[in-house]
């Protein structure tokens, strides 16, 4: 085929319709903009409707907040007025847009009316579905054609919504032979689902397992080697490329995107040819709020910046509130609590411990490079946290952040041997330093991917 099908992306709206409380402690502090979610997403769609030389946008679920049907109401009408300037939408939905949470309206006590499951696949039906050569009935996907020579898959990986996430065996059977029929037509073939089929970072799965898609080790093996090479998820709030290649030789990229309401607030620009698959990242430049003079990017990353510093204060302070908190980066509050007492000491030293101020504690001061010595230990986390979620990682071996962790490892390891420590622990230690310190091309921003 020599034609290119190009498109938009955009996930985890998490649209939060205006009639609602935005003085909760969700609203203020999350890592989600969720009073200013209708003005970002205004903005973005601009931006798509904008673009003469591309008229396709996939919607990659978690829609709205929390099942409010106020918030479907409001959404469906940004996506008509998008439709009606000429812009094709393809669109999926996953747990947030069904019976969760009950979201209070402002200065009452009434909560929403929930949405149900059942319901959205009708709520969005001119959103894809409609469109469809094929559905698969028991989970909600459906495939189309948005262009000739190209085949896409709107996965609905939501299960039951709660304790499973994944695909059912039929559809597993009916994404396998859409993943032939392509093949056999000579259509290039990819597809959007909502969990991770691979890890956005190397310590995801060990903090969040419950947060990837169901058996990812072997549904993504699966994929490759039916033939699958390129597909988008969400959920992780992370900007990320993974690549993955099977013991047969097969490459599957697990395109994942960035919320569009939090920090770093990411759209994806993607060309896909016969040959290749070409990702960009483009960014709104403005949306209509009082950011306070304040860019754009300035007032997502305050904002982000403001959520982990209350997660440090909380470790050190309050065990509890920290297990609420850290939900929103998808940590259970189980695994919190189970961890509470390393936690809290962990929280009170880095509160106040310079990068330096640890190189003396551990007889390696001149072993740290000058640069980075009077930067308190939080701040250095802060910022590796905001990198993970932002992508491209900058710490690669050699830069000042990398050598020094590398040195604290070196010094502590001899006594977590005499501790008689797990090995999973030498283990999450080696994870920090090799995948998520830096992040090994392809960059998270701006790749070409290709099969080679």
């Not at 905001?386 to 690669?396: F, K, T, W």
């Amino acid at each position: 085929m020599g034609n290119t099908l190009k498109f938009y992306l955009v996930t985890d709206t998490h649209h939060y319709a205006g009639c609602f409380e935005t003085d909760s402690e969700e609203a203020r502090s999350g890592q989600k903009c969720l009073a200013e979610t209708g003005a970002i997403i205004d903005a973005a769609f601009d931006l798509v409707a904008a673009d003469k030389d591309i008229n396709i946008l996939l919607v990659g679920g978690d829609i709205i907040n929390n099942g409010e049907m106020e918030g479907h109401i409001e959404m469906i009408e940004k996506l008509r007025k998008l439709k009606a300037s000429g812009v094709k939408i393809y669109l999926i939905t996953s747990t947030h847009d069904y019976d969760r949470v009950k979201t209070k309206y402002k200065n009452s006590d009434k909560t929403a009316a929930q949405t149900e499951r059942d319901d959205l696949f009708r709520l969005y039906y001119e959103f894809g579905p409609d469109e469809a050569i094929s559905e698969e009935k028991i989970s909600g996907s459906y495939a189309v054609r948005p262009q000739e020579g190209f085949r896409l898959l709107c996965l609905n990986d939501d299960g039951n919504g709660r304790a499973f996430c994944g695909y059912y065996e039929e559809t597993m059977e009916w994404i396998l032979g859409h993943i032939a029929e392509a093949k056999a037509a000579g259509e290039r073939i990819f597809a959007m689902t909502h969990h991770p089929v691979l890890p956005t970072s190397p310590i995801y799965p060990v903090i969040s397992r419950r947060d990837m898609l169901g058996d990812w080790e072997k549904v993504s093996e699966i994929l490759a080697d039916a033939g699958l090479r390129y597909i988008f998820t969400g959920h992780t709030h992370m900007h990320n490329i993974a690549v993955k290649e099977t013991a047969k030789g097969n490459k599957i990229y697990d395109i994942n995107t960035a919320s569009l309401v939090g920090y770093p607030s990411a759209i994806r620009k993607v060309e896909l040819d016969s040959e290749k698959m070409t990702v960009n990242t483009v960014q709104i430049a403005d949306f209509d709020w009082d950011r306070q003079g304040k860019t754009v990017e300035e007032y997502l990353k305050e904002r982000f910046d403001r959520l982990l510093n209350d997660i440090f204060d909380s470790a050190a302070d309050d065990i509890d509130r920290l297990a609420v908190l850290a939900n929103g980066f998808s940590v259970s509050k189980e695994t919190v609590l189970k961890l509470k007492t390393p936690i809290k000491i962990g929280g009170k030293v880095l509160r106040h411990l310079t990068v330096g101020g640890l190189g003396r504690l551990i007889f390696a001061h001149r072993k740290i490079d000058r640069s980075i010595r009077k930067i308190k230990l939080k701040d250095i986390f802060i910022e590796i946290v905001r990198n993970i979620y932002e992508g491209d990682e900058p710490h690669r071996p050699g830069t000042p952040v990398y050598e020094a962790f590398a040195v604290l490892v070196r010094r502590i390891t001899p006594l977590l041997r005499l501790a008689k420590v797990p090995d999973s622990i030498f283990d999450m230690l080696n994870l920090v330093r090799d995948g998520v310190l830096y992040d090994a091309p392809p960059s998270d921003w701006s790749a070409e991917l290709t099969n080679s």
